[in-house]
Nanobody, 126 residues
């Protein structure tokens, strides 16, 4: 089994940066893909980024491409989401999740993610 705990959210002005962390426990963390999703108030949850189990394959939503980097530290059982040049539209609750696959391909669809963290709030002011 896997458990995920996010942290690193907060309030930041537009153009600022944040690094979100997701600490995982369980035997499958190092072999399965991990992803980040977000949900703005009154809107559906949307895909942000995903990382393959190898740590080499990545997938980013068009809305964050070039501003966001996903990476992992298997020794620390942690996956990170580095976000730069933040915009007010990036505001929302950010969730990390474990995919029931090794590859990040097709990770825009949250249906393949079986374990979710509790979320961390990101607020970007203008």
């Amino acid at each position: 089994q896997v458990q995920l705990v996010e942290s690193g959210g907060g309030l930041v002005q537009a153009g600022g940066s944040l690094r979100l962390s997701c600490v995982a426990s369980g035997l499958t963390f190092s072999i399965r893909a991990l992803g980040w999703f977000r949900q703005a108030p009154g809107k559906d949850r949307e895909f942000v980024a995903a990382l393959s189990g190898s740590g080499l394959g990545t997938l980013y939503a068009d809305s964050v491409k070039g501003r966001v980097t996903i990476y992992r530290d298997n020794a620390e059982n942690t996956v990170y989401l580095q976000m730069n040049n933040l915009k007010p539209e990036d505001t929302g609750v950010y969730y990390c999740a474990e995919r029931e696959r090794y590859s990040a391909l097709g990770a825009e669809n949250e249906d393949d993610f079986g374990t979710w963290g509790q979320g961390t709030q990101v607020t970007v002011s203008s």
